[in-house]
């Protein structure tokens, strides 16, 4: 069965970094796109950031974290990261990782919390 664990959310304050890790038991992990997303109380899930499976260069990201967030991937680890910089109160949400929005998403993970304080 596909898991997808997110984890190294955590309370922050603004203008700090953080960087949440998603690590995958898919074995076809290193051929994807993969995405991170957020949601935040009362708000849809949306898309953050996205990279490809082979050029790491290739990223795409909300404007809403461009400039401040990295996206980055190892696949022999499985493993995605999100180096999250600068951030602000509203960058508060709980963020989950999967396929990008034009693929079938696998099952959602609990997902990480990240909380900014101003």
């Known amino acids: 069965q596909v898991q997808l664990v997110e984890s190294g959310g955590g309370l922050v304050q603004a203008g700090g970094s953080l960087t949440l890790s998603c690590r995958a038991t898919?074995?076809?992990?290193?051929?994807?796109?993969v995405a991170w997303y957020r949601q935040a109380p009362g708000k849809q899930r949306e898309l953050v950031a996205r990279?490809?499976?082979?050029?790491?260069?290739?990223?795409h990201y909300a404007d809403s974290v461009q400039g401040r967030f990295a996206i980055s991937r190892d696949n022999l680890r499985k493993t995605m990261y999100l180096h999250m910089s600068s951030v602000e109160p509203a960058d508060t949400a709980v963020y989950y990782c999967?396929?990008?929005?034009?693929?079938?998403?696998?099952?959602w993970g609990q997902g990480t919390q990240v909380t900014v304080s101003s």
């Open positions: 999967n396929n990008p929005p034009s693929l079938t998403p696998y099952p």
């Open positions: 898919l074995e076809t992990f290193t051929f994807n796109n």
């Open positions: 990279i490809t499976p082979r050029d790491v260069n290739n990223t």
